[in-house]
């Protein structure tokens, strides 16, 4: 899980992780002029071409393409340059450290972290995280954000017009037990839309961190919804051009995790390595 690198690209991690900054109710000169079908038609393109070097004995793609072009900004997003080693002991001199005091029981639910419950459907994700071989990654530091319900993170920077809900933060935080295993309780979110093009939404997710036992092996992915219709129209999930691998991060509905006219249940496993691992976002100093 160790990744003691970073990238002289910084704004490499906000390919997946900044809100959204549009406002569809006033245009403005700097919105995305194309159209969702001509992004629909690369995609299928590059799906194509993908499928039939797969035929030719090319090995699967199982991580996303840092230049895919239907996401227009990967191109100026994604380093440039190659990692630089860096001393891990010496980061950790100046870098925050958590221990397991220091994470409260509560922090898991985030439909109580305010003085009245939050809007939406009401959600447990559960799952475990696992090495290649199967077996569980203890004591690890799971961290999760998320817009609410509405499609809308609380963040100066996302100012399309959904409402906020002043009774739902969109973070929470847990360790993974003796077994590996994690839970969070949550407002299930929306999609929001983008500017990488007109008329652009990105399917719901859930962005997920992991730590290991140093801040400098975080490792940071995102889980999907089953049957989300914008799957097929969203670039950044597309730019994984694998099928298995694209469906590694999307979780499955559980009736066993769901209760009782309270909440629905998601079960997702987070794999760190091998064949099989989990999808997560190029290492870099952000």
Do not use: C
Not at 2 to 28: C, L, M, R, Y
Not at 55 to 60: C, E, L, R, Y
Not at 70 to 82: E, G, N, Q
Not at 186 to 201: L, M, Q, V
């Amino acid at each position: 899980m160790s990744q003691h690198q970073t990238s002289d690209t910084d704004e490499a991690s906000e390919a997946f992780d900044s809100p959204t900054v549009i406002n569809e109710a006033v245009k403005g000169p700097d919105d995305a002029a194309e159209s969702q079908a001509t992004l629909s038609a690369e995609i299928a393109d590059i799906e194509s071409q993908y499928k039939q070097n797969l035929a030719a004995g090319q090995k699967p793609e199982a991580q996303p393409r840092l230049d895919y072009r239907p996401y227009r900004s990967s191109i100026l997003r994604h380093p440039t340059k190659d990692p630089r080693h860096t001393d891990p002991e010496t980061i950790e001199l100046f870098s925050p450290a958590f221990g397991h005091r220091d994470i409260g029981t509560l922090e898991s639910d985030l439909t109580i972290q305010a003085d009245g419950e939050p809007i939406g459907e009401r959600i447990r994700v559960t799952g475990r995280v696992l090495d290649g071989d199967g077996r569980p990654v203890r004591n690890q530091l799971v961290e999760i954000w998320q817009a609410n319900s509405a499609g809308r993170y609380i963040h100066k920077r996302d100012q399309h017009p959904a409402p906020i809900d002043p009774n739902f933060t969109g973070v929470g935080r847990t360790l993974t037990g003796p077994n590996g295993e994690y839970s969070f309780t949550t407002i299930k979110p929306g999609p929001y839309p983008w500017k990488n093009h007109h008329n652009a939404w990105r399917p719901a997710h859930i962005h997920f961190s992991l730590f290991g036992s140093e801040f400098t092996q975080r490792m940071i992915t995102q889980m999907y919804f089953p049957g989300d219709p914008l799957f097929a129209l969203d670039p950044i999930y597309q730019s994984i051009t694998d099928q298995k691998a694209r469906d590694r991060l999307v979780a499955t509905y559980d009736h066993n995790i769901t209760e009782h006219e309270f909440l629905m249940g998601y079960n997702w496993d987070i794999v760190l390595t091998g064949a099989n691992r989990t999808w997560m976002e190029e290492e870099d100093d952000d």
